[in-house]
């Protein structure tokens, strides 16, 4: 069988739209920075595919009305080697002082001087958004890392493939409730809680907030990877959901989206106690209001 990569250049702010297009019609998705302001997707599709390669053309040239973008690039692979090829694009990714991001097909075990240390999280990237690589991602497993302690309770608001949820989990935390409206997504991380087993620990939904299983006062930290928008538009329903002691990690949006988050929070009465930026983006740690 003949296969052909497609490749494009996508502007940080357009990765997840994109993402989505290969991941939801495509077979695999790998993405790796492509110069300061860009990433580079790929995604393979049989030369036989011509429905899917439509709808990803047609997705891209919307995209593209909105920004400059590269131009979608189209490659023929040979069958044999299709697989391997969107593999190659990922390697460990090390995050802060001790998470380790696997893909599922690379042997990796900590390390014997720091095994007390290392946390491994295993990942297959081509199932869903969510994989380390994308800058939001990155820096809320930062704050992650920082911020869940032994037997906290986590909500993932936006959990994609489920990284979040895990690395959560592989930190300490006793209880996770991992959310998606996509459910591409939920297919996603059910499959990567179940490799990872990690599944008795998170309550997966489909849906969003308000949501009958997320009560008030009932997390430690809740971290919402979703968008400038989308956090003002739950901010009452996820601070809420917060303990006093609490912390909100705010991500998905760009530097010059994020004032509307610092306002919308800022009226609520939540402080900001940490800030983490990586390329155009930023992620930020809100305290509630303390009644």
């Not at 599944?199 to 006062?217: D, E, F, N, R």
Request: hydrophobic share 40%.
């Amino acid at each position: 069988m003949a296969w052909q990569e497609l490749s494009i250049a996508v502007p940080h702010e357009f990765v997840e739209p994109i993402s989505y297009l290969f991941s939801r019609y495509g077979r695999g998705l790998s993405m790796e920075p492509d110069g300061p302001d860009r990433i580079m997707l790929r995604t393979y599709l049989l030369d036989s595919s011509r429905q899917r390669m439509a709808r990803i053309d047609v997705g891209v040239k919307l995209v593209s009305s909105l920004s400059n973008m590269g131009d979608l690039v189209i490659r023929e692979v040979l069958d044999e080697d299709w697989q391997n090829a969107w593999k190659s694009h990922f390697n460990l990714l090390r995050i802060g002082d001790r998470l380790v991001i696997k893909p599922t097909w690379i042997d990796y075990a900590p390390q014997p001087e720091v095994v007390n240390k290392e946390v491994v999280i295993e990942i297959d990237p081509g199932m869903a958004f969510g994989t380390g690589y994308h800058p939001t991602t990155y820096t809320c497993l930062e704050a992650l890392e920082q911020h869940v302690f032994d037997g906290a309770s986590v909500l993932d608001l936006g959990t994609g493939s489920g990284i979040l949820a895990i690395a959560a989990v592989r930190l300490g935390a006793r209880k996770v409730v991992a959310v998606d409206t996509d459910p591409q997504a939920i297919k996603a991380a059910r499959q990567n809680f179940r490799r990872t087993k990690t599944g008795k620990t998170v309550t997966l939904i489909q849906g969003s907030l308000p949501h009958a299983t997320v009560g008030q006062k009932q997390f430690d930290l809740a971290v919402a990877n979703i968008s400038a928008r989308a956090v003002c538009d739950r901010a009452q329903f996820i601070v809420s959901s917060l303990k006093d002691t609490g912390i909100l990690v705010a991500s998905g949006m760009m530097r010059d989206q994020s004032q509307q988050v610092f306002d919308t929070l800022g009226e609520m009465g939540c402080s900001v106690i940490q800030e983490w930026s990586r390329e155009d983006w930023v992620t930020v740690a809100f305290r509630p209001p303390q009644d």
